[in-house]
Every structure is written in structure tokens, then in C-alpha cells.
């Protein structure tokens, strides 16, 4: 069974940078089934697509965030990180890594089968 | 990129009874991008349909999907009790990913 954990501070200034690691267990990010994403969600709001990480290095980012953040493997130890830098308050939220298939795999592609259990990120001095 | 816009926002509904829930999008998706969700307080989303129709794993009956171009639509025949939550409906294409604001289904 698939499991992703999320791990980082949960405590971040303004103006500083976030930075979040999700690690995979139970599969192989390195199988080359499957795009590794960041999506995030505010306090009592909808769901938000950070970007994507294949295990590659390839990577795509949402554009309305994209002069901001970083996501990297490490194919070594089986995770994928954020960094979303020059944070304000309008990033806290809870921030979850989520696969996505490829064509062939059991859902496909374009959604999300397996989920971290997301941790918060506040934003504040 | 494409908007998605749910209906209603909330539903108010009574164990037994049949929800409808409603997805539309501000252009053209392709069937086989179009995902559903369900997430409860505290909890990650969960995928319940994929490729606008079909179950994930381990998804009851009955929750069903419909739907194609613009307008998508989840069907939960018979509530039961730990149904009650919120819905969103996402959609992939052009390398975009985006979900709906939600429907949340309470309990009447």
C-alpha cells in the first residue's frame, strides 16, 4: 500500500521560504509510473495545484505560482520537495503531496489516487 | 485555464435519499480528465471517480459519474451516513490541473 507523509516546519516568516518534503513508501518514485505533485488548501477553502515532479527531474508548475517555487527529487530516498519562496500570509495553508498516474497505470492520468495526510503551513511573524 | 464551477454549494439531504451533484466548466474537458472527490474535516481528499465515470478502488456503488463537454455530474443514490461531506470535481488539461470550490453535503 502506497503511503505519502509530508514533514517540514509548520511555522514560517514572511518574506522567507517554505520548504516541505513528502516521502513515499510502499512504491518506488523511480518506477516511472506516476507524477508526484504539491497541492495545497487554505483554512476552509478549496484545493489549489502547486506542480508536479516526474522522477526524472522533469518538472511543471502552476503558472500563477511559478516565479516562487521549486519542487526536486531525490530518487535516493524516495522523496519529492516544495520550496515556495517569499511567503506572506495569503500561503498559509495545509499543504498535501498526492500522485498522479500515467496513461496505463490503474486510474490514468489527470487525478489523484493516493494522498499524504497534508500538514499546515502558517504563515506568520 | 478552465474554471470549474460546482452546484449547489451546499445540500442539505437526509440518509436514503439520492444526491445530485453538478460540475461545470468553463470550456470543453476531456472525459478522461474529469475526477471527483470527497473530503472530510481533517482529512485528505479521496478519489472516488475518475475519467468521468469510473470508480477508484474501493469506491461503493453508489457513487456514480456522468457527463461530458461542460457538464459533469455525481450521483450518490442512497446517502448513508458517512457520506456526508464535501464533494470537488477537478479536471486536467494543457498540463493544468483545477478544482471546483465544492459542494458540501450535510445532513438535513
Known amino acids: 500500500q502506497v503511503q505519502l507523509q509530508e514533514s517540514g516546519p509548520g511555522l514560517v516568516k514572511p518574506s522567507q521560504t517554505l520548504s516541505l518534503t513528502c516521502t513515499v513508501s510502499g512504491g518506488s518514485i523511480s518506477s516511472g509510473d506516476y507524477y508526484w505533485s504539491w497541492i495545497r488548501q487554505p483554512p476552509g477553502k478549496g484545493l489549489e495545484w502547486i506542480g508536479y515532479?516526474?522522477?526524472?527531474?522533469?518538472?511543471y508548475y502552476n503558472p500563477s505560482l511559478k516565479s516562487r517555487i521549486t519542487i526536486s527529487v531525490d530518487t535516493s530516498k524516495n522523496q519529492f520537495s516544495l520550496k515556495l519562496s517569499s511567503v506572506t500570509a495569503a500561503d498559509t495553508a495545509v499543504y498535501y503531496c498526492?500522485?498522479?498516474?500515467?496513461?496505463?497505470?490503474?486510474?490514468?492520468?489527470?487525478?489523484?489516487?493516493?494522498w499524504g495526510q497534508g500538514t499546515l503551513v502558517t504563515v506568520s511573524s | 485555464e478552465i474554471v470549474l464551477t460546482q452546484s449547489p454549494g451546499t445540500l442539505s439531504l437526509s440518509p436514503g435519499e439520492r444526491a445530485t451533484l453538478s460540475c461545470r466548466a468553463s470550456q470543453s474537458v476531456s472525459s478522461s480528465y474529469l475526477a471527483w472527490y470527497q473530503q472530510k474535516p481533517g482529512q485528505a481528499p479521496r478519489l472516488l471517480i475518475y475519467?468521468?465515470?469510473s470508480r477508484a478502488t474501493g469506491i461503493p456503488d453508489r457513487f456514480s459519474g456522468s457527463g461530458s463537454g461542460t457538464d459533469f455530474t455525481l450521483t450518490i443514490s442512497r446517502l448513508e451516513a458517512e457520506d456526508f461531506a464535501v464533494y470537488y470535481c477537478q479536471q486536467y488539461g494543457s498540463s493544468l490541473y483545477s478544482f471546483g470550490q465544492g459542494t458540501k453535503l450535510e445532513i438535513k
Open positions: 475519467g468521468a465515470s
Open positions: 498526492a500522485r498522479e498516474g500515467t496513461i496505463g497505470t490503474t486510474t490514468g492520468a489527470g487525478n489523484f489516487d493516493y
Open positions: 515532479i516526474y522522477y526524472s527531474g522533469s518538472t
